[in-house]
């Protein structure tokens, strides 16, 4: 069955910098694009970013665009989120997702808490 694993979450200061992975099983991953969403406690989980499946085009939510890149490597089925330039507002549960049809599949998440 699909499988969405993040990891590399964490405690950083301001300023500082993240980068996460997410490892995908039982898709074919290079057929299918990617996204990373957030939620921050008592919000709703917001599009951080998302990628086609052959890597060559992002998206980006207007709240980080220049500080966040998104990439994959097909031959490891694994995308990943590079974040630089952390806020205290960047703080939140950050998700793997990719969706078939009308399926979406989430992984467990990873937290990220910007402070000093």
């Known amino acids: 069955q699909v499988q969405l694993v993040e990891s590399g979450g964490g405690l950083v200061q301001p300023g500082g910098s993240l980068r996460f992975s997410c490892s995908a099983s039982?898709?074919?991953?290079?057929?299918?694009?990617m996204r990373w969403y957030r939620q921050a406690p008592g919000e709703e989980r917001n599009l951080v970013a998302g990628?086609?499946?052959?890597?060559?085009?992002?998206n980006w939510a207007d709240f980080v665009k220049g500080r966040f890149t998104i990439s994959r490597d097909n031959a490891k089925n694994t995308v990943y989120l590079q974040m630089h330039s952390l806020k205290p507002e960047d703080t939140a549960v950050y998700y793997c997702?990719?969706?078939?049809?009308?399926?979406?599949?989430w992984g467990q998440g990873t937290q990220v808490t910007v402070s000093s």
């Open positions: 997702n990719t969706w078939m049809g009308t399926t979406n599949y």
């Open positions: 039982g898709f074919a991953f290079s057929s299918y694009a």
């Open positions: 990628i086609t499946p052959s890597g060559r085009g992002t």
